[in-house]
């Protein structure tokens, strides 16, 4: 009955979720589906813990995932992948990019960063991608385009067709750019 | 053509459809972007205005003159601009005039949650409520139409989710054969003086009638018959959470709140076996549906505070026996326990942060106020003892010193920043000074409306279409209003900071400190510039911690799993501010040759 495929994006403020999801959102528009999209501006800017909610399937209601519902997390930063799992079905997918950090807690040695997070994250969601994204957009030919490989990698499981992301990210991404993105986006959607 | 939109870029697309002449703001989270969208598009008159009274005295006027206006805000800039607002209801419009509410239930980015849909029924103006993008363009062009065809100035408010979220809106032409705006003298209806207001006000309420007959037939409140035995009244976000929750359930979708269409929920009423609405934060329909003599349910079930949520709708029918969509049996995943938090803070190289450390200690009382300097609350500056509203600090850093003991009325500081000082600070100075109350007022300038993203403002030299005007000269307009100690501080030299804080916090009369270091994201070229940056000699440090004590993000300590370590800084986020070396006693911090 539920047909509405339902991601969640996650990282800390500056990391680029936003167009990260504004390309996914883009993708599955141009696939023939509604889709919305959720997230929450201002204070969280500020270096702050970001979650962006898309929604797609055949009509979309909420623009914000139920608790539980969540079908793909999609993890820029690993601290933040562990905060949003209670957002996930059980059998959900959590794709992460292998990156640290340190919040202002953990900076000034108050508290420490949790050192096993990649096996706190699979006992509770099992299927667990951990991706070195940094090193692949190396490959690609610019570390910036990390969240492109990571955004391959999440576009494997959905149900979209490969030119309709390559429109979009034709759209969102500056020209210069394009077709690094092009290869690191290859490169995500074929770990 | 279909588009991805937010509701703010909605909005903005629907003025422009609208053939809106003039648009003004305050910028405000969740409101900002409809501006910062609307000079995307040809023909409109776009501004920052000083603060919400003003930008909607601009609307009025634009639109006495003829012309469509739009004026935004988020929900507590009402406040500001009620004055104008309930006056305006009595005059009616010329040109249509739509303003914007941008409410945030849950606070994301807000002090307090009030919802205006209060403000509506208290002025006695129609209020719409848009559920998602498409619909934030509809509205706005109906909103507009309404307003020409009803005399009246016409609220859509939107929540967070609204402003914020984003979906598929299809785009229009603009509409053409508008009148051209120019000068009409009707006295009568534009000059309120009692004895026109006397004839005016019966015309109000004669109006709010035939807004309820118009609702009970207009398309935006639509009846939705699924299963009838449960009904539900509902509007804007929450509507999409109902249909999610209790997808067979019946909805009555309510597109204009105020006033409410009588006829219409009694038909409804009739039609279901049990009625229920489904809001936000006040029982706003629920009392009125109950006043019309109606059994409703509401409020028993639902939260007066913060959002909804599917989740929290499903949860709240379930909780009364009624079957809902998606209800989870099997337990969920758990977050990991003990995660370490991650609040906002002050960016590396903030011209807030000297001061705020300066303050912290000399023990300062700090009057704070609305901006990003109001995270010098967060530890580890911990540095603000009050927050309010925009303006604030300067009347409450009086009434303060007014109040407490003689030796403790030196320790009052007002802070603020300058766009916040322009907003609603200035009268409270003139006051301070008026009455001769001895208190401190720190202006931070920093160039820029920093928290909700940089908008330009009086003082920052740039008009919001990137034009250069006028800047306001701080110092002097301060010593306009009569402050006979008026000192400029560099914020990063923590030594000339915290001496010139002490002396003024010392000196029996009013004095203003105003820093003159912008805001490190002021993309402008030639404003903000990084200096050579900062290293730490790990040989010299000794692990003692003092530069941790300002909370900069460049900061780190390694390793970060340990209680035994060294100051780290990363090159990457370091601009060279200094303060951190200024902090260091075994010289272990220097530049980077």
């Given at each position: ?191 | ?110 002090q307090n949650e009030q919802d205006n849909r209060n403000y509506a029924k208290f002025a006695k103006i129609p209020l719409l409520e848009p559920a998602d993008s498409r619909e934030c363009k509809e509205f706005t062009k109906l909103a507009f139409e309404l307003s020409e065809q009803f005399d009246t100035p016409v609220m859509l408010r939107t929540t967070t989710r609204t402003s914020h979220g984003k979906s598929i809106v299809e785009l229009a032409e603009p509409v053409t054969g508008l ?415």
């Open positions: 009955m539920n047909s509405v495929t339902n991601i969640l994006l996650v990282g800390v403020g500056g990391q680029g979720i936003l167009l990260a999801s504004e390309i996914l959102a883009e993708s599955v528009m141009l696939a023939g589906f509604d889709v919305k999209k959720s997230e929450i501006h201002g204070m969280s800017q500020r270096g702050g813990s970001v979650v962006s909610h898309v929604r797609y399937g055949r009509e979309v209601f909420s623009p914000t995932v139920p608790e539980g519902e969540g079908d793909i997390l999609f993890g820029f930063e690993l601290l933040e992948t562990a905060r949003y799992l209670p957002l996930m079905k059980p059998e959900g997918k959590v794709i992460a990019n292998d990156l640290k950090i340190q919040p202002s807690a953990v900076l000034s040695g108050q508290l420490s960063y949790p050192d096993n997070l990649p096996e706190l994250i699979r006992s509770r969601v099992p299927d667990f991608l951990l991706v070195d994204g940094q090193k692949l957009a190396l490959q690609a030919g610019n570390p910036r385009a990390a969240n492109t490989v990571l955004l391959g990698a999440v576009s494997k499981g959905l149900d979209i067709p490969q030119e309709c992301w390559f429109a979009a990210l034709e759209k969102m991404v500056p020209a210069k750019a394009l077709e690094i993105n092009r290869k690191a986006f290859r490169m995500g959607r074929e770990l | 053509m279909k588009e991805i939109l937010s509701g703010n870029e909605a909005i903005a697309r629907g003025a422009f459809e609208a053939g809106v002449k003039v648009a003004t703001a305050y910028p405000g989270t969740p409101s900002t972007e409809i501006l910062e969208n609307i000079i995307t598009y040809p023909g409109i008159d776009a501004s920052w205005a000083p603060n919400e009274k003003v930008a909607l005295e601009v609307g009025i006027g634009a639109s006495f003159g003829g012309a469509r206006a739009l004026v935004a805000m988020k929900h507590v800039g009402v406040n500001v601009a009620a004055d104008p607002l309930f006056t305006l209801s009595y005059t009616g419009v010329n040109g249509g005039l739509v303003l914007i509410t941008a409410d945030d239930p849950e606070m994301h980015s807000s009148p051209e705006p120019k000068l009409v003298r009707n006295a009568a209806k534009l000059v309120m003086l009692p004895g026109n207001a006397r004839v005016r006000h019966p015309l109000v309420e004669e109006r709010s009638r035939k807004l309820a007959e118009y609702g009970d037939s207009a398309a935006i409140n639509r009846m939705e018959l699924r299963d009838q035995g449960v009904g539900i009244i509902t509007s804007g976000a929450p509507y999409q959470y109902v249909r999610e929750a209790l997808p067979d359930a019946s909805t009555l979708k309510l597109g204009m709140v105020h006033p409410l269409p009588a006829a219409l929920i009694r038909e409804f009423a009739a039609k279901v076996e049990k009625l229920y609405v489904v809001e936000e934060l006040d029982p706003f329909i629920e009392e009125q549906v109950r006043a019309m003599g109606l059994v409703v349910m509401g409020k028993e079930i639902l939260s007066l505070c913060g959002e909804l949520s599917p989740g929290i709708v499903a949860k709240a029918f379930a909780g009364i026996g009624i079957p809902v969509g998606a209800i989870h049996e099997s337990p969920l995943p758990t977050a990991p326990p003990d995660l370490p938090g991650r609040p906002p803070s002050m960016c590396p190289g903030c011209p807030h942060r000297g001061v705020f450390f300066a303050l912290k200690e000399l023990g300062a009382y700090v009057v704070g106020d609305i901006g990003c300097y109001t995270l010098g609350f967060l530890p580890p500056l911990s540095a603000m003892d009050t927050c309010i509203c925009m303006g604030a600090s300067v009347g409450m850093a009086t009434g303060m010193v007014k109040a407490v003991p003689d030796d403790e009325k030196k320790k009052v500081v007002g802070v603020i920043g300058d766009s916040t000082f322009l907003h609603t600070g200035i009268n409270g100075l003139m006051d301070m000074v008026y009455n001769q109350a001895p208190a401190t007022l720190i202006i931070l300038d920093n160039r820029i409306t920093a928290m909700t993203g940089r908008q330009d403002n009086p003082a920052s030299g740039f008009t919001l279409m990137d034009t250069p005007t006028n800047r306001v000269d701080l110092p002097l307009l301060c010593k306009a209003l009569g402050v006979r100690q008026v000192r400029m501080v560099n914020p990063f030299d923590l030594a000339e900071t915290g001496s010139a804080i002490l002396e003024e916090m010392n000196r029996p009369e009013p004095s203003v400190i105003i820093t003159d270091k912008p805001c490190v994201l002021i993309k402008r070229e030639g404003v903000f510039q990084r200096e050579s940056l900062l290293q730490v000699d790990e040989d010299a440090c000794t692990g003692c911690r003092a530069c941790l004590k300002i909370g900069c993000p460049a900061m780190e300590w390694l390793p970060a799993d340990g209680k035994r370590g060294k100051s780290h800084i990363d090159p990457l986020l370091c601009t060279g501010c200094d303060v951190c070396r200024q902090l260091c006693k075994f010289g272990a911090i220097g530049r980077k040759k």
